[in-house]
């Protein structure tokens, strides 16, 4: 695994193909502007094909959070990848139920159980 900080609140992990990426602020404008900027060049780069937002510290997201969580859905769909959450609390859970959020999605308890299902389906297609 490598690892970075990010200098306001989120650092991330890249396994094997899979970026991960610990947010430990609530989502506001000027929280996913930086994290929007940093994730997309990380997936840019061309190792990533998953990503796995771990929602553990948040209390709070606005609508661009929605944004920021599509807009990475979008990226990696492309590539053939896809997009999880993990650890939501209560507040931002409602607000992925409210959105339509789930029904492109997945969610899991742990970004561990999440890369583990992304390694089972991927070994099942083979």
Excluded at 50 to 62: A, G, I, S, T, W
Excluded at 78 to 101: E, P
């Amino acid at each position: 695994m490598l690892g970075e900080e990010f200098p306001i609140g989120f650092h991330y992990e890249i396994y094997r193909n899979c970026l991960i990426v610990y947010i430990t602020q609530d989502l506001d404008h000027h929280a996913v502007t930086f994290l929007r900027e940093r994730s997309d060049k990380l997936i840019d780069a061309g190792d990533v094909k998953h990503v796995v937002f771990d929602f553990k510290d948040v209390d709070f997201m606005d609508s661009s959070g929605i944004g920021l969580i599509m807009g990475r859905y979008r990226k990696v769909m492309f590539l053939g990848g896809r997009a999880l959450v993990s650890n939501v609390g209560r507040s931002v859970d409602r607000i992925f139920k409210i959105s339509g959020l789930y029904k492109i999605i997945e969610k899991y308890d742990t970004p561990e159980e999440a890369l583990k299902a992304l390694e089972v389906k991927h070994e099942s297609y083979i």
